[in-house]
């Protein structure tokens, strides 16, 4: 009769050894993703392994990148001029017919004011957005603007996880080191963090853009590869194109096989415009 007696147990304790199993798994799951359970800092968030929108993620940028916009009155060095965009912001709001009220990416912001994408949207149409500066020396030059939107001292990452890179300063050429070990000691490269987009989007609660403005010096197409794109709905984008390694016609085969048409190229006869203009069809 023992043989009888046992077997119920052992099932009763296997019920209960799977029940603790699932009940572990949903708990540490949400929606099919696991999260991130360790101390949330930049050092680990740079070497784990996580989903762009981990809770730590978004708990390490709200607490610590994640600028608020400014309550006081503009401080522009230029006030009288009402539009410093070299024709990306122009073409922009001719695609979205002057649309009021709008949510606005700009990356690199420069100092929040020469030749932006989007102060005059800003300033103008009561837009709201985020300006993303990866250079230490620009990025206290965009806060002294007092803009209208939220600010962050960062790099766009390259990949779809979070990193430390080395960051060669040239105020409005300053971009991600294409040689990290050489350049780390060097005059004028300093180590900056990088999120990815979708990360500060979602640490914004933000899955809707109007306008993702991308100058970065040459890694917007790998930028670009980072977006969820099923998770966000981004209507247009101005792209610089004369930097990237892979070329523009890359750039153009990508962001069509995403949705996108080529509206026009904004160009300048001293370089200081060379972007597609693209518009989700």
Not at 49 to 60: A, G, H, K, R, T
């Amino acid at each position: 009769m023992s043989p009888i007696v046992k077997r119920p147990v052992v099932l009763f304790m296997g019920v209960c050894f799977a029940c603790v199993i699932l009940i572990y798994y949903q708990s540490s799951h949400s929606q099919g993703k696991p999260h991130y359970e360790g101390v949330c800092n930049s050092e680990n968030v740079n070497s784990a392994i996580m989903e762009q929108d981990d809770p730590c993620i978004l708990s390490l940028l709200r607490g610590q990148y994640l600028h608020p916009p400014s309550k006081n009155m503009l401080s522009l060095e230029a006030p009288e001029v009402t539009n410093p965009s070299m024709g990306q912001a122009q073409s922009i709001l001719e695609i979205l017919k002057n649309k009021e009220n709008g949510f606005f990416v700009e990356c690199g912001a420069l100092d929040g004011e020469l030749r932006s994408n989007t102060l005059f949207m800003e300033r103008n149409l009561g837009w709201e957005g985020v300006l993303i500066e990866a250079d230490p020396k620009n990025f206290v030059k965009v806060q002294e603007k007092n803009r209208r939107a939220w600010t962050v001292p960062a790099c766009l990452s390259t990949s779809t996880s979070p990193k430390t890179v080395v960051f060669k300063q040239a105020f409005n050429q300053g971009r991600i080191s294409q040689n990290q070990l050489d350049d780390q000691n060097r005059a004028g490269s300093v180590q900056v963090q990088c999120f990815p987009i979708y990360s500060i989007l979602a640490a914004l609660n933000r899955t809707v853009v109007d306008y993702f403005s991308l100058d970065i010096e040459g890694d917007e197409l790998a930028v670009l590869k980072t977006i969820p794109w099923n998770n966000v709905r981004i209507q247009t984008l101005s792209v610089e194109f004369i930097h990237d390694k892979e070329g523009k016609d890359q750039i153009k085969e990508y962001m069509t096989q995403q949705g996108y048409e080529v509206v026009k190229e904004v160009t300048d006869p001293n370089w200081l415009a060379n972007d597609f203009i693209f518009n989700k069809i």
